[in-house]
C-alpha cells in the first residue's frame, strides 16, 4: 500500500514528514511518496526551483526508512493535477492500493480540484486530522467521506481504491511560508526543518529574499 503526499515542499519541513510518519505508521504503509508540484493548480508558482525543492526532499528522506522522494510532478507540463499523477502511478503500480493523503482543509476543498471526482476511482483518500476537529457535515465531499468511510486500515488493504479513512495527527505550528520568512530576514529556522534540509538551503543559497 502506497501513500501519497503532495505538496509544494518550499521548503519541506518537519510538519510534513511527521505528517508522512504518521500516516506510515498508522496505517502501515509499506512507503510514503512525498510528490512535489511543478505548478501547483491554487497558488503562483515556488519560489524555489524544482531541482533545489527535489534535492531539500531527497535530503529529508534520506535518514527515515519508508518515506521517499516521487518526482514525476516535475518533469510533467503544465499544471500539476493530482488526478494525473495517482493515473500515473496506477499505471506503474496495477495492483496496488494508492492511498490519497489529504488535510481535512483541503479536504473540505475537494470539489475545486480537477476531476476531483476520479481521485477515488484512483486511491483511497486518507484525510488528516486534528485531535477533536469536527468532520464536515455538508456538501459533496462529506458526502463522500461519509458514503465511503471505513475506520479499519486493513479495509483499505483489501481494495485498491475507494474508500476513506480519518487519520489524527497532531498537528506542528510549521509552515514553508514562516521559514522563508525567517531566512529572508536572516534568522534561524533551525528546528522548524531537518538540518540536512537546513544545510541544501545554505548551500544553494535559497530563500535570501522576502516573497
Ligand atoms: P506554505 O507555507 O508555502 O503554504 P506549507 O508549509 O503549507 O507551505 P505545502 O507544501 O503547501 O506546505 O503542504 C503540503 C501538504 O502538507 C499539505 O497537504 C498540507 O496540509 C500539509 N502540511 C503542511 N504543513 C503542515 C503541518 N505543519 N502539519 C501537518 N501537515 C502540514
Request: charged share 25%.
Amino acid at each position: 500500500m502506497i501513500g501519497i503526499l503532495g505538496g509544494t515542499f518550499d521548503p519541506i519541513h518537519h510538519g510534513h514528514l511527521r505528517l508522512a510518519l504518521e500516516m506510515f505508521e498508522g496505517l502501515a504503509l509499506d512507503e510514503v511518496r512525498l510528490v512535489p508540484a511543478r505548478q501547483p493548480p491554487h497558488r503562483g508558482y515556488p519560489i524555489a526551483r524544482a531541482e533545489d525543492r527535489r534535492a531539500m526532499l531527497e535530503a529529508a528522506v534520506a535518514a527515515t526508512p519508508g518515506l521517499q522522494v516521487d518526482a514525476r510532478e516535475l518533469t510533467r507540463a503544465g499544471p500539476s493535477y493530482t488526478v494525473d499523477t495517482l493515473a500515473s502511478l496506477r499505471t506503474e503500480f496495477p495492483e496496488r492500493p494508492l492511498c490519497l493523503i489529504v488535510g481535512m482543509d483541503a479536504f473540505r476543498e475537494l470539489e475545486t480540484w480537477h476531476q476531483w471526482q476520479g481521485l477515488s476511482e484512483l486511491a483511497h483518500i486518507v484525510i488528516a486530522r486534528r485531535p477533536g476537529a469536527p468532520m464536515p457535515e455538508s456538501g459533496k465531499p462529506a458526502e463522500l467521506l461519509r458514503e465511503r468511510l471505513t475506520e479499519n486500515p486493513a479495509v483499505l488493504r483489501g481494495t485498491q481504491a475507494g474508500r476513506t479513512i480519518l487519520q489524527n495527527v497532531p498537528p506542528l505550528d510549521i509552515t514553508a511560508t514562516r521559514i522563508r520568512s525567517l531566512l529572508a530576514a536572516g534568522r534561524n529556522p533551525r528546528y522548524l526543518l531537518p538540518d540536512a534540509v537546513l544545510d541544501v538551503i545554505h548551500e544553494r543559497g535559497l530563500y535570501l529574499v522576502s516573497s
